[in-house]
């Protein structure tokens, strides 16, 4: 039971880090020249999530996810940006319940592109709430079109990590 | 057909792509009409301009520089200095529906046609 608690104390450790990694690449990315939409972002660190919420356990994920938030808006962020991601990683955490819960009719690939596609309503809610006024709402059709391409890609690269089984017992 | 992918992620994305459509319909179906008017929220204040008066306004919010410019019936962030420049790079807007956003500023620029009215109009 000791080596089950420190492989998965590991793992969420590994996995965070992993995520901050990929947090810190999106955020030097250029994306935004080519894509002028706020929020428009790969999500590469909602892979480590979602690795973490089906190979681990949902409460590990939850750990890791809002880790990452806070350990970012520390760095490198500011009390707003702390806002948006807070509410879009929550919003994607509750897309990964709902993935749970229907995972005998969904694979990663749908998980992915609703917790995607609820990351992006997440930020519009908490966009509207900072800017106080509902324009930001008209980004959020573009954004779902883009949340849906970019999940896409997050599914492929999970459905292959997932099968390695990073937590095999013990 | 790319393996793995269920019936249910099908459901999502069509969901996903109803929702969108669905939306764009509702803020975009007069699109196309050439707006008159920009409204600016800055930091929740909301201000009113007519698109045919030329003039450069500037924002002074959370930090950041914005200034926008209409000219020739259109809208354009022309300078911001904040860090991600999306509303620069979003380019002009002249239609009705059509909006600039600047999160960091907390600026919002957009564009509403004729029905659409203010309590006041600055200028």
């Not at chain 1, 955490?93 to 998980?111: D, E």
């Not at chain 2, 002074?60 to 926008?68: F, I, S, V």
């Amino acid at each position: 039971m000791t080596l089950l608690r420190v492989k998965r104390l590991c793992l969420d450790a590994m996995l965070l880090g992993v995520a901050m990694m990929l947090s810190y690449l999106e955020a030097i990315l250029p994306l935004s020249a080519i894509i002028p939409l706020p929020g428009a972002k790969l999500g590469l660190a909602n892979i480590c999530v979602t690795i973490c919420f089906f190979t681990v356990s949902p409460f590990d994920a939850l750990l890791v996810s809002v880790m990452r938030v806070f350990l970012m808006a520390l760095l490198f962020g500011n009390f707003s940006s702390f806002v948006f991601a807070i509410t879009g990683a929550l919003l994607a955490y509750l897309g990964l319940w709902i993935g749970k819960l229907a995972r005998r009719w969904v694979s990663y690939y749908g998980i992915s592109m609703l917790s995607a596609a609820l990351h992006n309503l997440g930020q519009c809610i908490a966009g509207a709430f900072v800017l106080g006024s509902t324009a930001i709402f008209s980004y959020l059709p573009l954004l779902l079109v883009f949340s849906l391409v970019f999940g896409f890609i997050n599914g492929a690269i999970i459905t292959p990590v997932a099968k390695l089984r990073l937590f095999k017992n013990g | 057909m790319i393996k793995g992918i269920k019936a249910g992620d099908i459901l999502i994305a069509g969901l996903i792509i109803l929702i969108a459509l669905a939306m764009l319909f509702c803020f975009f179906s007069d699109k196309g009409q050439d707006g008159n008017m920009l409204v600016v929220s800055c930091n929740g204040a909301k201000e009113s301009y007519p698109l045919d008066i030329d003039r450069v306004l500037t924002y002074q919010n959370n930090g950041y520089t914005l200034k926008a410019e209409i000219k020739e019936g259109r809208a354009q962030v022309i300078y911001c200095n904040c860090p991600d420049r999306v509303c620069m790079h979003s380019g002009a807007v002249s239609r009705v529906g059509q909006t600039i956003v600047c999160l960091p500023c907390k600026v919002t620029l957009r564009i509403v046609g004729e029905e659409e009215r203010y309590d006041f109009i600055a200028g």
